[in-house]
């Protein structure tokens, strides 16, 4: 049997990027209401008389006992603080996720408060979108996208399923069903690095006019350096150990291309860069 | 007075991926003639039979006496290789360009046996392809994109203007003319280093499934390591100077976002990155 929002009333904490695409997302399934908090009441003003949500709170207490799903589109440390602060005031029952882009750091931040009679599941959409002067954000950033969740044995298998049909018909592609340890460790690699090596490559430059040099290559791998500092910062230092490594793995990788171009060993450059080729291939475009 | 190419004989030195879309982009000038010479047989045969040019020879000496305008487009060594064991063939004021990604180790190369009654401008047109089953590449590879030219003052005014014409009619878009140290340093940054990191990136991983795992980012920044490998080792190595030296630094800034990544020092952090972010607004998307 297919998953019913239609009596559902779903809290959307926090109306940032991630939390207004989510708040339009959720539209299609047509849930009771979608609520929404936010310390800005602007920002919730904006998106009532929009309909973007049906009503905005600024004190989360007022809302949380009436809603069966809430969803949680905050920093790691906001994300922290909202679920320590309203511990008392979520619905018996109901589902809590949130989009944090570390797990281990935001689980063991809230595993000795949790109540037992409400079903955490952490997850992690892969979307996002560069700087924008919108307001709001359109769900059309979620089209195709991978989604990471990482439920454990104590979370309820009917509210998975819940997650799992709310996230397709919300537009993302594959969901990815992993543990908090995996999650960290892929996404060090697979956006941590990414944002580092960016960040780095732009740090290098002092000529606002390199991008007359080049092919689109370097456009492409620095667009992500125009980041949201305060919000990478948090992740990357609380994914720490793991990061470290992989910077530490990645100097290694640039060292050995390093000194053999030094030394004019075409072959063994050669070689390599073979072995990496087959290797992205077999990734997929 | 704009330039005429229909009075041209023009040859295109390689067809491979850069020289066949060259053939197709100097369609639209008509010149009197595009011939091609080419290692394989086949090759010239196919284009000939398609189209893509008058006539193909295998001995670049049967036709390079006739040609206004020759564009070489092969590896750096085979471009010397060419320019030198064919320096009594080319015909006297012929127009010489390459697309060599590297530009001093090219004219270092060949300045002692260069003929004087012949004219060689340096470029490097910013355009490529990943590696593809189709046998010619179109022209549209060059859509939009920069071509770089490194003339001397030696070079005729008329021949750099001629050259220009040329490229903006088969569809590039900046011209930038530099000298060849800046050039190789540019590229060395723009180009050279990006292909490092794709390939270093490519390297760390021994999971073929990490692109579940990812926005975007990891797919976009990679793609390049699917690397025509002999290619660039000799323009790695042939650029090892300058490349080597931004490599060191490019590893001093990931150390010290891992540094203070490790010590967690977040405000240390936010800082150099809203720094960044501002410096990479200002190159542009």
Same mark, same amino acid.
């Given at each position: 049997m297919e998953a019913d929002f239609r009596n559902k009333k779903i809290l959307v904490a926090g109306l940032g990027l991630m939390g207004s695409a989510f708040a339009d997302g959720l539209k299609v399934m047509a849930p009771e209401k979608v609520y929404a908090t936010d310390l800005k009441q602007e920002v919730l003003l904006e998106a009532e008389e929009s309909g973007l949500i049906h009503k905005g709170f600024m004190d989360p207490a007022e809302i949380l006992p009436e809603c069966d799903i809430v969803i949680i589109c905050l920093y790691l440390q906001d994300a922290l603080d909202f679920i320590r602060r309203n511990m008392n005031y979520f619905k018996k029952d109901c589902l809590i996720t949130d989009i944090v882009g570390v797990k281990r750091a935001l689980i063991d931040g809230i595993k000795d408060i949790l109540r037992k009679d409400v079903d955490f599941i952490p997850g992690h959409p892969m979307a996002g979108r560069e700087r924008?002067? $919108?307001h709001f954000t359109p769900? =059309?950033?979620?089209?195709g996208k991978n989604y990471l969740l990482t439920p =454990? $044995?104590?979370?309820r298998k009917e509210n998975v399923e819940l997650l799992k049909t709310m996230i397709n018909k919300m537009g993302f592609g594959r969901i990815i069903i992993t543990d908090p340890e995996t999650h960290d460790e892929k996404i060090a690699f697979t956006s941590q690095l990414c944002h580092v090596i960016a960040a780095s490559m732009v740090d290098? =430059?002092?000529?606002?006019?390199?991008?007359?040099? $080049?092919?689109g290559s370097f456009q492409d791998m620095t667009r992500?350096?125009?980041?949201n500092s305060e919000m990478w910062a948090e992740l990357f230092i609380a994914n720490s150990d793991k990061l470290t490594r992989i910077l530490d793995n990645f100097i290694d990788s640039i060292n050995f291309f390093k000194d053999n171009i030094k030394a004019g060993n075409s072959s063994v450059i050669v070689e390599r860069f073979n072995e990496i080729g087959l290797k992205r291939e077999a990734m997929g475009k």
């Amino acid at each position: 049997m297919e998953a019913d929002f239609r009596n559902k009333k779903i809290l959307v904490a926090g109306l940032g990027l991630m939390g207004s695409a989510f708040a339009d997302g959720l539209k299609v399934m047509a849930p009771e209401k979608v609520y929404a908090t936010d310390l800005k009441q602007e920002v919730l003003l904006e998106a009532e008389e929009s309909g973007l949500i049906h009503k905005g709170f600024m004190d989360p207490a007022e809302i949380l006992p009436e809603c069966d799903i809430v969803i949680i589109c905050l920093y790691l440390q906001d994300a922290l603080d909202f679920i320590r602060r309203n511990m008392n005031y979520f619905k018996k029952d109901c589902l809590i996720t949130d989009i944090v882009g570390v797990k281990r750091a935001l689980i063991d931040g809230i595993k000795d408060i949790l109540r037992k009679d409400v079903d955490f599941i952490p997850g992690h959409p892969m979307a996002g979108r560069e700087r924008t002067k $919108e307001h709001f954000t359109p769900k =059309s950033i979620f089209a195709g996208k991978n989604y990471l969740l990482t439920p =454990s $044995e104590k979370n309820r298998k009917e509210n998975v399923e819940l997650l799992k049909t709310m996230i397709n018909k919300m537009g993302f592609g594959r969901i990815i069903i992993t543990d908090p340890e995996t999650h960290d460790e892929k996404i060090a690699f697979t956006s941590q690095l990414c944002h580092v090596i960016a960040a780095s490559m732009v740090d290098l =430059s002092d000529d606002s006019g390199i991008t007359s040099f $080049e092919g689109g290559s370097f456009q492409d791998m620095t667009r992500i350096a125009m980041i949201n500092s305060e919000m990478w910062a948090e992740l990357f230092i609380a994914n720490s150990d793991k990061l470290t490594r992989i910077l530490d793995n990645f100097i290694d990788s640039i060292n050995f291309f390093k000194d053999n171009i030094k030394a004019g060993n075409s072959s063994v450059i050669v070689e390599r860069f073979n072995e990496i080729g087959l290797k992205r291939e077999a990734m997929g475009k």
